[in-house]
């Protein structure tokens, strides 16, 4: 302990030292930052001791659970922060978890209400109560149902269930609503809706889809005139289309592929347009025939009778007929009859032929299959199709029907090949082409493999240059500056020449060395100097 003590006044002895050592400037500098630093860390300590950090524990609650949760964070004395209204607590960090555990023991938040309702029960409950508490309950199962949607935020069932009645004709059906608030003013789509109303029906007995009235948080009402089959109907919708365009796609491909083997790429331009019967239909067709050279006799029936009948002599019959002379008597005498009696009855077997076609969906409508082809005249020109202009058209309109299937004179269907086909010949824009040289050279730099080396290369050689004349320009400087100082400071003489020379060329270094000859020989012979100046002059 004396030592760490010892040391410290070492240290500030040695501060002290090199305190008073400083300059004024010095010392009112380093004594500013020093204060400085210490005001720094004076509001730092300050705000972190003051100030707690909170988080949020909850948002978006109701005013009964939100109350109920202030309460308990009161009772526990818990420091809570209230925001959005009160519909958002924030809490301490270092409570933040602690105290989501200890409310969910408590069951809070509770949200809407479900069947826990009936996990406690008061005495002297009515049976009145108990159907309150059960629409209570099944209100806030629904509700909690329907938030598990991801686009719902929350949600608000009402049901009116009516008393039943003894009379069938007099009993109310029941009816519900329902309020969505959506997740940021998103908008529910019709299937969904649907799966909303199915849900609440399906719950709640008696209760029709009819009955059921769906409204967003902009009051707005979401369920009226809603069909059941809508969002069917759309997706079978999209499903047709899709078929249709893949249809069209596979033709036009299958074209494509057989005019460029002959036209040459990009030589033609081919677009198919058909119609598919998506109409559900079945057709039933009897057909009776026998063969008249076979057994066709499928059952025969005979019966024959015979028999002998045999008369009595009848007696007079007392009347004016037996009794008035002029009326001839009536032969009573007995007699003997046989008869015969025969039925036949046949069946004959007739062939029956029962068929069934059903027609699947997604046939194609030939009489309403088009197709237009576009093609380069300058390359059909290079094609023997024909020698006129019809039966290239021909040879063409012959290729595509057999790719599409189109056939004249079928059964049930009106298609002509020229009104089905159309054939257009026309000359093809083409794009100016650039410079082959500059272009071809180009493009082979651009996409050869050391174009990155080779960049890279250049890049270090341009940073090398700068480099270098950066360090022989602030070379020149200090040389320049070197000089300037020789001349001030240093009192020996220096070769001046030397230094000057250092940065001369040949030429310009042999004409300062005749130069140098000129002066000497002016200074050591200067007649002789004047008469090479008279002789330069008359040469002139």
Not at 88 to 102: D, G, S, W
Not at 164 to 176: F, G, H, T, V
Not at 223 to 240: C, F, P, R, V
Not at 413 to 430: G, P, Q
Request: one cysteine or more; glycine letters at 4%; aromatic letters at 6%.
């Amino acid at each position: 302990m004396e030592t760490l003590v010892k040391r410290f006044k070492e240290i500030g002895i040695k501060i002290k030292d090199t305190f008073q050592k400083m300059s004024l400037n010095q010392k009112v500098l380093y004594s500013g930052a020093g204060l400085l630093v210490l005001i720094i860390l004076i509001i730092l300590l300050a705000g972190k001791g003051g100030s707690i950090a909170y988080e949020t524990l909850y948002t978006e609650l109701d005013e009964k659970d939100a109350a109920a949760i202030v309460e308990k964070l009161k009772e526990e004395k818990i420091a809570y922060q209230l925001e959005d209204n009160g519909t958002t607590i924030l809490v301490p960090e270092e409570y933040k978890y602690t105290t989501r555990l200890q409310l969910a023991s408590e069951n809070l938040p509770r949200g809407e209400v479900g069947f826990e309702l009936f996990h406690e029960s008061g005495f002297g409950e009515t049976q009145a109560d108990k159907k309150v508490k059960y629409q209570e309950a099944l209100q806030g199962e629904l509700a909690r149902t329907i938030q598990r949607i991801d686009k719902v935020k929350a949600a608000k069932v009402n049901l009116a269930l009516p008393e039943p009645s003894l009379y069938s004709d007099k009993e109310e059906p029941p009816k519900a609503s329902v309020v969505i608030n959506t997740k940021d003013g998103q908008t529910l789509s019709p299937k969904e809706v649907q799966g909303i109303i199915n849900l609440v029906s399906h719950s709640v007995e008696r209760l029709i889809p009819e009955n059921i009235v769906i409204v967003d948080q902009n009051g707005k009402l979401i369920s009226d005139n809603l069909s059941a089959e809508e969002g069917s109907d759309k997706e079978t919708l999209q499903m047709q289309m899709a078929l249709k365009k893949e249809y069209e796609k596979g033709k036009e491909q299958a074209i494509q592929s057989m005019l460029d083997k002959t036209l040459g790429k990009d030589n033609a331009v081919v677009r198919v347009n058909v119609e598919l019967d998506f109409n559900s239909r079945e057709q039933k067709d009897e057909k009776y025939t026998h063969d008249p050279e076979g057994p066709f006799v499928r059952s025969e029936q005979i019966n024959k009778e015979s028999g002998n009948d045999i008369s009595e002599e009848q007696p007079g019959i007392p009347g004016t007929d037996n009794n008035i002379p002029q009326y001839e008597q009536v032969n009573t005498e007995g007699g003997q009859s046989s008869w015969d009696k025969s039925e036949k009855t046949r069946n004959y077997e007739i062939d029956k032929t029962e068929t069934v076609t059903r027609y699947s969906l997604g046939n194609v409508k030939y009489d309403y299959l088009t197709v237009s082809v576009l093609v380069n005249d300058a390359a059909c020109q290079q094609v023997n199709l024909g020698e006129t202009e019809e039966e290239k058209m021909e040879k063409i309109r012959s290729i595509v029907a057999t790719v599409c299937g189109l056939r004249e004179n079928r059964t049930d269907e009106n298609v002509r090949l020229d009104e089905n086909i159309s054939v257009a010949f026309m000359d093809f824009y083409a794009e100016p082409e650039p410079d082959p040289a500059t272009s071809s050279s180009l493009d082979k730099l651009l996409k050869s493999p050391l174009t990155p080396l080779i960049t890279a290369l250049l890049a270090l050689a341009v940073i090398i240059l700068v480099w270098w004349l950066s360090r022989k320009k602030k070379s020149l400087a200090v040389n320049n500056a070197a000089e300037s100082s020789f001349e001030t400071v240093v009192e020996d003489e220096i070769n001046i020449q030397d230094l000057i020379d250092r940065d001369l060329t040949p030429e310009e270094k042999e004409k300062q060395r005749i130069r140098q000859e000129i002066d000497k020989l002016i200074q050591e012979h200067p007649e002789d100097a004047a008469q090479v100046l008279k002789a330069w002059l008359i040469e002139e």
